[in-house]
Structures are given as C-alpha cells and as structure tokens.
C-alpha cells in the first residue's frame, strides 16, 4: 500500500514537475490605436487565478504555459484573447471601445478608471491648460472644477491664490488644499517674509506645460488617503513621462500685452475735489458766519484753511494731474517659451524641458520672470525593476510693491491718495519731489522690493515586481528645496526711508520638506469577474524651515543698497521651526462582475508632531461604494443610456494646521530690558490638545447618453466639522488673553452638478459645450461656552462668528441712508427697520446676510473645430456673497481726507446738497471724521467673468509633412476680456480674496496673446 501511495506521489510530483516546466515568461507591451502605451491594463491567464497589470510604460511580464490564453482588458477598449505560443513576446493593440471609453484618473496615491470610481474628483488633462500661459498653475483652475472658489490676493504675477474646496472647512485651522506632485506631498505655504508687499507663491515655480494632469479630489473618499492634509480637498499634479520611441520635440512660445481687466473706481479731479472742499466749509461755517456757497472760497483763503493748497494751484493755472495714468504700465508684455523633447526604447523613457516666462505687472515697478527645467526619466532595469526620477529645477524673480494695505508709498494706491493738484513731474520735467504723498515715479526707479525663489524637487522611486505573483513593492524618497531671498530698500530723499536717510532689509529662508514613501500593492483576481487591490503605504515627511534677517538704515550714498553701507544696524533676528508627520495607511478597491459594483475602503493611522505624544496620533477612514447600473442586463443593451452609475461615501478626516508647539507652556527668549536679555511666559499651552475632525457624507448620480457623448453628474455632500481648533479667551489674570482648544462645530453642504456635450461631431467639424454649477451653504453650528455657560461670538466692526451662522458673516451698522433735509448721514440703531439716529455710535451691530465666500458657483465652455480652425470660450460665474469696501475711510468720506489730504472716488459727487435731495452721500464738512463702518458699503459680490476667448488653426497635415513637422498650431488668445458685476457700486475687481474685503493690490489682468505651438 506505501509503494502504490508512493508511486501516486511520485506521479503527481512528476506531472506538476512537468507543468511547471512548461510554464514561461511572457512579456510584450499594450498600446492604444495611437500606439500610445495603456498603464494598468488587466492581464489574466484564462481560467485562473494568475494575473497582473501593464506599468506606466504598458509594459507587462507574466507566467503561462504553451496552449493557454491570456485575457487582455481594460476599461474604454475591448479585451482581446491571445493564445500562448513558442513565441515569448506578445504585443497587443487593444481598440476603443465607444461605448465603454473611460479615462484614467491619477489621485496621487492610486490610480483608477472614471467608473470605478467612488469620490467625487475632477481631473483635468494637459489639453485643458496647455494654450493658457499663467505665473501659477493654480490659476488655470477657476470655473472647470464645480466647488472649487478662486480668489486672488493680487494680480502681481507670481501671488499666492486662495483657493477653497467645497467651502471654509475651519476657521482658524487652515483651510487651503493639499498640493501633491507626482503621488508626494509638497509645501505650498507663501515663501514670501513681509506681510507688506507682494506675496510670492511657491507654485509660481511650476511651468503648466511639464503638467499632463491636474485632479481634484473633494470628498472623504478619494482625500482620507492623505489623512489630516487632505481635509480641504487634495489638488494632485502629475508631470509629462517620455514615451517610448522616436524622439519627438515639442516648441511653444506665447507673447502677449495686458491691463488691468476692470477699470475700477474713478476719482476725483481738481476741479471737482475743489468744489466739493468749498461745500464743506460752507456746510460747516456759512452759517455761523454768515456767508452763502459763493463766499466759501473766500472766508477759507482768509482763514488759511487749505494751508494754501487750491490757493497755489489756482495761481498756478489748476493743472490736472492724472496719477492713474502715471502709476498704469499699459499694455503690459507678457512672454513665455518652451521647448521639451520625449522618447525611449523598451527599456527607458525621458521627458526634458526648458521653459522661460516673463510678466510685467500693470502697475509701474513691477514684473516676474521665471527659468524652469524638468527631466523625468523611467528605467527598466529587468523586467521585474524599474527605476523613475522626476527632478525640476526653477529661479524666480519677483519684482513686487508695497501692497496688502493703503500704504502711501505703494504706486497702486497713489492713485486713490494723491491729490491731482499734485503734479508728477515739475517744470522742467524731472520727477516732482514736492508731493503731498511719495511721486510713485521716484519710489519705483529707486526703491527695492525683489523676491529671489529657487526651488529643486526630485522624486525617485523604485518599484519591483516581487517573486509572489501580483504583490509589487515600491519605495520612493522626494525632497522640495525652496530657497527665498527678499531685499527692501527704502531711499534716502523721498519716500519711507527718508525719515531715516534710507533703510534696508534683507531676509533669507530656507524650506526643505522630505517625504519617504513605502508601498506594497498587491492584486487579487478571485476569476473573471473578481478582483482585490490592496495597498499598504507607510509614510514620513519632515519639514524644516530656517530664516535670517536682518535691516539697517542710514545709508552713506544714494546708490548704495546693502546692508554693509548702512552706518546704522538696527535689528538682526534668525529662528528654526520643523515639523514631522508619520502615517500608516491602508486601502482596498473591490470590482466585481467586470466593474459593476466597486467598494473602496481607507484607514490611515497618522502622527503629528503639533500634538503632544499622548494625543500625536489619529485614525481616519472612508468607505466608498459605486453601482454601474448600465451593466445590469436589462440595460447592457440600451441604444442611448451607456453610463448609470450610483455613488456614495461617508469617512473621517482631520485638520491640523496650526502653528508649532501650541500644546506647550513655553518661554520667550527674545525680550529686551533696558538694553540686557529678558525671559517671559510666552504661550500658555493647552493640555489635550489634538485633532480637528471633519466627517464628510457625499452621494452622486453619474449619468451618460449615446456612447457617452452627453455625460452628466449631480452630487450632494455635507461636511460636519468638530472640535474646532479654536482660540479660547481667558481671564486677563492668566496673563494671557487665549488660549487653543478644541470647540465648536461648522457644516458645509451643498449640490454640485456637470455636464458635457459633445453634441456634433463629423470628420471635419465638432462641437461641444459644458459646465458645471455648485452650491454651498456654511453654518456654525455650536461655539464654545463661557463660565457661565452662554456661547460666545468672536466679533469685529464687520464680521462676527456666532452659531446659527455662517462663518465670518457681516455683522455691522445698518446704514439707513442720507437725511432728505439735514443731508445728515443716518443710522438704524438695531439693524434694517429699526429707529434711525444720525449718531453713529448710537448704532449699533447687527447681522447683514451671507458671508465673503460664494453660495453659488458656476462655469461653461464652448468648444468648436471646424476645417482646422477651433473655438473655445470659456467663463465663470460666483454670486450669493458680499463684499465691502474697505478703504471708503479714505476714498469715500465727505470730509477733508478726501478733499484736502488725500483724494476721493467720485461716487461722491452723488452728495446732500440741499433739502429736498436724495443723495447716496450725506453733506461734505470740514471736519475729518472717524472710521464708521457701516453697510453703505457692503456690496453684492456677485459677478460673470469670460475667462479665456481662444481662436486658432491647426496647419494641415499637407503643410506639417512639407516643413518636417508632426503638427502646428496657431492662436490668440484672449484672457479676462468681459466682467459684469451685480453691484452698481461695487467698482473694484470683484475677484478678490477670501476674506471679502476689497484692497488696494493689483487687480486681475485682462491680455490679448498670440500663441505658436509645434511637435517635430
């Protein structure tokens, strides 16, 4: 009985011995019909378990035996069946599929089709920006991505952008995106280090046209992979690969001029700032003093009350001077070239690129330029190994200005403070030294404000197949290195530095961020209809942050800048922050029956080094799930329905954007006393301080009609934001007057709905149109309570935080117009339809309705191709919000600041002049009055923008094939050419930054570009 159990083994041993033998390694590529590679295509051995996937080259490697068939699919083409051979190479050209055609979408982490996708994303591919050149990538986001807001703190090429997804998520805990460049976290926090000039942003040293996709993930489904840095939506932008073959090269250049895309407020000129002073002293002393209106000018000349302003001018032949002019740069050039060249073999692709931009600001003094480099390179080095680099060199300059604020120097609000009987030049055309305010001409030909930005990124991985079949580990180390130097100097004879013979500052920072990455991903093919994905990422990244400063003044010469030829040191000052994030992450992604039902499942176990170690980790998580209803048998055959898919998720993500060691009780270093070093309490700490959370419902339909030509979704999503970090007041006994902890609650929801159409379509003209609308609407729901358990309100003369809500609404004076018969200026004293008073401090605050943010979003684009030529028109919509004017103070008042001292807007000739009339503006006075905010001008925010009109021809393939060209184009393009506002009054560009308060910076431009791209 052994013998024969024996033999039986020894047989099988044998046969399995020989099956195994005849098992080999089958390689070979998978392309599309444009011979492109397809990444992530499913290959199985037929009626097994054994199976992998083509890498990003469309490169696969697997085992099979003489006889079997191996399956080759993926999603939007149709599979094919190729029978093993003797030969070991099979190379495959899978066909579209129209009624199946799907998109890959690239989330940073993973990468999935569009229909087994369960979040809401939104992915932009390089065809979609390639023809828009920008001093940020961010830019070309405005109006494609439904829920997306994007506000402009100032149209100074290379600004920093707020941008907010879905809504304020927080409201002091941050509540900007998560950048990620190919699959790594990278910083995005402004390199700039004054609060009092341009800002520069780090993704001014991007070059959009090394992009080749930029998706947006919004809900907790497609974010929690990245855990609490995701918790405002994640922005994930993937660099161009080589693509294996021919080298090809690619030239585009792009030249242009621009202005700014609205006018803005008018003011005053002399003649009309002078009646309207002449008014005032007659409304203020006529009666007093017995003379009328046309006796004014002479009591204020006796009296010396305009110091002999409108005196000497009047003598002077009362020129005009029109600063607005003096301060523009009309018709601003903007440039941009770029060359990049792709290729490879089998075994290696590249992509290289030079780049360079240049922009003049519109305001005189001012422009950036940029110089980038890229190469990406992809190496087999087996058919298991594969290396990528990804590295990007860039140097930025920025030449900004004094903005942010009504600062005098500053050429972009000369215009709203100097008076135009100052003149620019004097009589003999030098610059006019003897101004009220600065002469913005000599600030700018001889102050400094440069911003030097130099930033290396490189990105290396390394991914093996390993020897278990479908389990791939790989291992990726990326650093950022952002290096900023900012110089200022002030110059001795005229302007802020000459107080103090001249003054200088210089500052230099230094941001490095590691991120190391490990992965195992491993995929399981139950059978046919099947599948399991697993991926296990372990993950660090270290921030450090090194800053150096130091100024000066007195200078011994004009001419002289740095801080060596200053006599005078006045500070010098250094510090070092750092701070670390380690997480563990899962995720699983189940298709089953070919893709029609789909479960994503994420945990991510995260450590902060914000948080004290015992309340350092957190754990968040997301569920997803998606119905491909088309694929029921019911409907596999409709004839116009091709896509129904039901979606939803609902997981748990964090915030934790706070400054360093908020959690300690720490002392200060930096004091001073009476000349010797002192040591003070300086943070009062917060024991059990950790995460604020954010759980995140969202539910959508994905819709497409006749093979998907028309295709359409609609999403609702609600975001409930707890333990808020917060600043909590404290007793002035503590010696601290807050303190941060965790309290309070916010909800975000809205819809957010899509459509395109691709409603014509023939081998010489198509058609297509599309957009997409969002709502949100942002409460409070609960602040934290005071020793007498009453919740409190955080307040300001304009905007308040208080529940039932929504976050930082306008909260202020009700202005209830102008007095008919005193042209007194009056005020409800307890909000709209209450009793008035003409005594503004008798008023007093109440709630205004809505907020800075947008309630309602909206983009839509036309695309036509006919004959070569194309069309594409592209436009935003933001509305259901309010703005104020922040400056009126200064610019609007029916005082002397802005008929004596300064210059007014001339929305204030609709003025009180005598009873009976009804005027927006109450009665001019020689006075200067007080700040009085008030909703006189708080304005509706909302406006329609044509963001680009591109007109262009593609040269016949007759005309390539003769220069030596694979293809070319030519285009104009025009960017911000049309804006309407809502709001009579509201004259300044209403694309203005989240906080809703309109400033004196550079608004956005508006350009006309000539364009010429060609691939040879």
Request: hydrophobic share 30%; with cysteine.
């Amino acid at each position: 009985m052994k013998k024969k159990a024996c033999g039986v083994l020894t047989l099988l041993l044998f046969f399995m011995h020989f099956t195994y033998a005849q098992q080999k390694t089958i390689t070979g590529s998978i392309t599309g019909p444009d011979d492109l590679p397809l990444p992530g295509t499913s290959i199985m051995v037929k009626g097994s378990t054994s199976g992998t996937s083509s890498d990003f080259d469309g490169n696969y490697s697997i085992l099979a035996s003489p006889g079997q068939t191996i399956i080759f699919s993926f999603v939007g083409y149709k599979p094919q069946e190729k029978i093993v051979g003797t030969s070991n190479t099979i190379n495959v050209t899978l066909e579209e599929d129209a009624s199946a055609l799907d998109e890959i979408v690239l989330m940073g982490y993973t990468k999935t089709s569009r229909t087994e996708l369960t979040g809401s994303t939104v992915q932009l591919n390089n065809e979609d920006f390639e023809q828009v050149p920008v001093s940020t990538i961010d830019q070309v986001l405005q109006g494609k991505v439904a829920g997306l807001t994007f506000n402009v703190n100032s149209g100074t090429p290379g600004s920093t952008s707020d941008i907010r997804i879905r809504g304020r998520s927080s409201l002091t805990a941050g509540n900007d995106p998560l950048y990620v460049i190919d699959g790594v976290p990278v910083s995005s926090t402004a390199a700039n280090s004054t609060t009092s000039g341009s800002t520069f942003s780090p993704l001014a040293s991007i070059n959009s046209n090394n992009v080749e996709s930029i998706t947006v993930l919004k809900d907790a489904s497609a974010t929690a992979a990245y855990g609490a840095r995701g918790t405002n939506g994640v922005i994930v932008i993937t660099t161009k690969n080589g693509k294996s073959g021919k080298t090809t090269f690619n030239f585009n250049s792009s030249y242009g001029f621009s202005n700014d895309a609205v006018d803005g407020p008018q003011v005053l000129t002399g003649a009309e700032r002078e009646t309207l002073y002449y008014e005032g002293v007659f409304n203020t002393y006529g009666e007093s003093y017995g003379f009328d209106l046309a006796g004014a000018q002479a009591f204020s000349e006796a009296n010396n009350l305009d110091g002999g302003v409108y005196t000497a001018w009047n003598a002077a032949g009362r020129p005009e001077a029109n600063w607005e002019d003096v301060i523009t740069n009309k018709d601003a050039p903007l440039m941009e070239y770029n060359i990049s060249a792709s290729g490879g073999d089998e075994t290696y692709n590249f992509f290289t690129s030079l780049g360079y931009y240049d922009q003049e600001a519109t305001v005189i003094g001012s422009d950036f330029q940029r110089f980038t480099g890229q190469v990406n390179l992809s190496k087999d080095f087996s058919d298991k190994i594969t290396f990528t680099t990804r590295n990007s060199g860039s140097y930025s300059y920025q030449d900004g200005l004094l903005e942010t604020s009504a600062y005098f120097s500053s050429p972009r609000a000369v215009k709203f403070f100097m008076p135009p009987t100052d003149q620019p030049y004097d009589d003999v055309g030098n610059i006019n030294l003897d101004t009220s305010l600065p002469n913005p001409l000599w600030i700018a030909q001889e102050d400094i404000d440069d911003s030097k930005f130099t930033r290396i990124t490189s990105n290396n991985s390394l991914n093996w197949e390993l020897p278990i079949p479908n389990l791939t580990f790989n291992t990726t180390v990326a650093i950022d290195l952002q290096l900023y130097n900012y110089k200022r100097y002030r110059n001795r004879v005229d302007g802020d530095g000459a107080s103090t013979n001249g003054y200088g500052w210089q500052s230099n920072s230094t941001r490095t961020n590691y991120v190391f990455q490990n992965n195992l991903d491993y995929l399981l093919n139950i059978n046919e209809d099947h599948s399991l994905n697993f991926k296990a990422l372990q993950e660090f990244q270290k921030n450090r942050y090194n800053y150096l400063e130091a100024d000066a003044e007195n200078f011994a010469d004009d001419g002289l800048t740095n801080l060596n030829s200053a006599g005078t040191p006045t500070t010098a000052n250094s510090y070092f922050t750092d701070w670390a994030v380690a997480s563990y992450t899962g995720l699983m992604h189940y298709s089953g029956y070919q893709g029609k039902y789909v479960l994503d499942g994420t945990i991510r176990r995260e450590g902060n080094s914000r948080f004290d170690a015992s309340d350092r980790w957190g754990t968040f998580w997301s569920v997803g799930a998606a119905y491909n209803m088309q694929k029921e048998a019911f409907l596999a055959n409709s004839s116009w329905l091709s896509t129904l898919k039901l979606r939803g998720s609902y997981g748990l993500t964090g915030n934790a954007n706070i400054s360093i060691n908020q959690y300690q009780s720490l002392l200060g270093y930096d004091g001073d006393y009476n000349g010797t070093s002192a040591i003070y309490l300086d943070t009062f700490g917060a024991d059990g301080l950790s995460w604020e959370t954010s759980k995140s419902l969202d539910l959508g339909i994905d819709l497409g009609f006749f093979n998907n030509r028309i295709t359409t979704n609609l999403t609702y999503y609600r975001r409930v934001t707890e333990d808020m970090l917060l600043n909590v007041n404290l007793p002035y006994t503590s010696g601290f007057s807050s303190q941060i902890a965790n309290v309070g609650e916010m909800e975000n929801k809205g819809f957010e709905f899509e459509l395109n159409a691709d409603v014509y379509r023939s081998e010489k003209v198509s058609i297509s149109f599309g957009g997409n609308l969002a709502t949100n609407e942002n409460e409070v729901l609960k602040m934290y309570e005071d020793n007498s358990g009453e919740e409190t309100v955080i307040s300001g003369t304009t905007q308040r935080v208080e529940s039932g809500h929504p976050a930082y609404g306008w909260y202020m004076v009700t202005s209830a117009g102008v007095d008919t018969e005193t042209g007194d200026e009056l005020y409800y004293i307890d909000g709209k339809g209450s009793e008035t008073t003409n005594d503004y401090n008798a008023a007093n605050q109440a709630w205004q309705g809505g907020s800075a943010l947008p309630t309602i979003t909206a983009g839509i684009y036309v695309n036509i191709e006919a004959y070569n030529f194309f069309l594409n028109v592209s436009s935003y919509y933001a509305g259901g919000h309010k703005v104020y004017e922040d400056w009126a103070r200064y610019t609007n008042g029916t005082d002397l600041f802005t008929t004596l001292y300064y210059q007014g807007v001339d929305a204030i000739l609709d003025r009180w002049q005598e009873p009976g009339d009804e005027a927006r503006f109450g009665k001019m006075r020689y006075a200067t009055t007080a700040w009085q905010q008030n909703s006189k001008f708080l304005y509706d925010g909302d406006f329609f923008r044509i963001k680009d009109i591109t007109f262009g021809y593609n040269l016949p393939e007759s005309v390539n094939s003769i220069a030596g060209l694979q293809s070319a184009r030519i285009f104009v393009k025009a960017t911000n050419p049309y804006t309407w506002v809502k709001s009579d009054y509201l004259k300044y560009d209403p694309e203005i930054d989240s906080d809703g308060f309109t400033g004196l910076e550079t608004p956005p431009t508006k350009s006309i570009i000539l364009g010429l791209n060609i691939n040879f």
